[in-house]
């Protein structure tokens, strides 16, 4: 992981490391609240040679003999010859140990000073345990363990030169050092919970997570709205907001694409269900038409259509109606908007074998027959993991765009849908990232936009055959008839009147 990626996993999980740093920090401060005070006084002692009237080399002698003696009395000091003096002449019930455990002592480097230091919850008390420490220390080494010969006075002297005192504060708990300790510790942990919780999440929550798994482009992405399936067609109920933008930049991005072939017609899927396939090809399909481009949007999702439901036209016939030979593509072919530059071709009825219609060479002639006749085809196909009713009618198109949910699609299923369509050869052009939050690392930070004028509420339903030729489109393409993919069906409609407008 590099340096970026750990930012990125900062500003994801900041709430989770602020709130385990401030369940450590309080955890700390509660522990230190909770502890006895403890209170240490310290005494300092001189050790030094007697010489008497000796030259400076004896004396120099002397100093590095009491400084070679001082390690070897600061080992003394604990020991029970001096303890047990210490626990008699205190006389408060305390043993040996137990003193022994509140006393320490110590050297500075290369000195003749010993420091002896006790530590009790009775300041007093710790003052009068390093005092008479001291004391007994000073008769055990110059009376016992160094001791003169008879009437010769003690070579070695150990004065008290600073007795200990009363200490004024405790010296634990150390309330600044343990509410900073637990800062660290609680932002030592919450790094390594954000970490660890990134590394098992497999989850694709941003465009980072698809660059590591694949080298095709994202195309766009689409921002999560609370209020999507109040209104899904956002490039129509509300061209000015940031999820409408979005829409227009896949389709810039869709526009310069350069590829072989410079393909007009794609299957939108996605791996697993509720992604957001189908609002997204529908919005794009909008977005498109917005340019002057005529689009045709085919809803290939003959188990779960949704197309007719989003434009809010009659869906009982459609594609699978065409397929079979019912009727002609003209006459299942929906105009939508008032500019006559989206048409819009529902699933039909719900047929047993959609696989089967859908790779047949009905379906293959309708696709070529749009193709020729729009200047963009646009596919609603069901997931890739769930039927194989995409990788089928992908053969028949110039591309797929996979539709991935940010926070929902998991990195196993993206990748499983992308082996899947390689092995057909299928070519993905890229990657429409949809339920993008907002904000955060990984938004995309779409700004809201104006664009002139609000669109005027479309009438949908009108059918291909009931457009005046002022209406249809200005596309440069060459415009063939329609009937030719509907196989040996005639003409006349069978809808009649199936225009919610009518």
């Given at each position: ?28 401060a509660g522990w230190t609240l909770t502890r006895t005070p403890e209170y240490q006084s310290k005494s300092r002692l001189f050790v030094s040679v007697r ?36 626990a008699e002449e205190l006389g408060n019930g305390m043993t040996a140990g137990q003193i022994s455990s509140r006393v320490s002592a110590s050297s500075p ?394």
């Amino acid at each position: 992981m590099e340096l970026q990626d750990y930012l990125r996993i900062f500003r994801r999980s900041w709430v989770l490391i602020l709130v385990i740093t401030l369940l450590t920090t309080v955890a700390a401060a509660g522990w230190t609240l909770t502890r006895t005070p403890e209170y240490q006084s310290k005494s300092r002692l001189f050790v030094s040679v007697r010489t008497g009237d000796a030259s400076v080399g004896e004396m120099a002698q002397g100093t590095n003999f009491a400084r070679q003696a001082v390690t070897s009395y600061v080992d003394v000091v604990n020991t029970s010859i001096v303890m047990d003096a210490v626990a008699e002449e205190l006389g408060n019930g305390m043993t040996a140990g137990q003193i022994s455990s509140r006393v320490s002592a110590s050297s500075p480097t290369n000195s003749v000073l010993i420091d002896i230091s006790a530590t009790n919850s009775d300041p007093e008390l710790a003052a009068e345990i390093a005092n008479t420490t001291s004391s007994v220390f000073v008769d055990v080494i110059t009376n016992q363990l160094e001791k003169p010969s008879e009437g010769s006075p003690a070579r070695v002297q150990i004065d008290i030169v600073q007795p200990a005192a009363v200490p004024a504060a405790p010296i634990s708990p150390n309330v600044p050092r343990n509410l900073t300790l637990g800062v660290l510790l609680g932002l030592m942990l919450g790094l390594g919970v954000a970490v660890l919780r990134s590394v098992l999440d497999v989850r694709v929550n941003g465009k980072q997570d698809v660059a590591h798994m694949t080298q095709i482009p994202i195309l766009g992405g689409i921002i999560r709205d609370p209020k999507a399936a109040e209104r899904p067609l956002l490039v129509q109920d509300d061209p000015r907001g940031p999820r409408a933008e979005a829409f227009r930049q896949l389709r810039t991005n869709l526009q310069f694409l350069k590829v072989e072939g410079n393909p007009h017609s794609f299957v939108i899927t996605s791996a697993g269900a509720a992604e957001g396939k189908s609002t997204s090809a529908a919005n794009l399909a909008i977005a498109l038409a917005e340019t002057g481009a005529s689009v045709c949007l085919v809803d290939g999702d003959l188990r779960k259509p949704r197309v007719a439901e989003l434009f809010g036209i009659e869906g009982g016939v459609g594609l699978t109606d065409v397929i079979i030979g019912r009727v002609t593509l003209d006459v299942a072919l929906q105009a939508w908007g008032t500019t006559g530059q989206l048409y819009v071709l529902p699933s039909g009825h719900r047929p047993p074998n959609p696989s089967e219609l859908l790779g047949s060479s009905e379906m293959e002639a309708i696709l070529a027959t749009l193709e020729d006749s729009f200047d963009y085809v646009i596919v609603d196909a069901p997931p890739v993991l769930v039927v194989t009713d995409a990788a089928v009618v992908s053969k028949g198109v110039g591309g797929v765009l996979m539709v991935v949910a940010a926070g929902k699609t998991k990195k196993p299923e993206l990748q499983s849908a992308l082996n899947t369509l390689s092995t057909i050869d299928a070519r993905v052009l890229g990657i429409v990232l949809t339920m993008v939050p907002e904000k955060g690392p990984d938004s995309y930070g779409y700004a809201t936009y104006t664009y002139g004028d609000v669109h005027v509420e479309p009438v949908p339903g009108t059918p291909w055959r009931q457009l005046s030729d002022g209406a249809k489109s200005t596309s440069t393409r060459s415009r063939r008839s329609l009937g030719r993919a509907t196989g040996s069906a005639g003409s006349q409609p069978i809808l009649g009147g199936h225009n919610k407008a009518e």
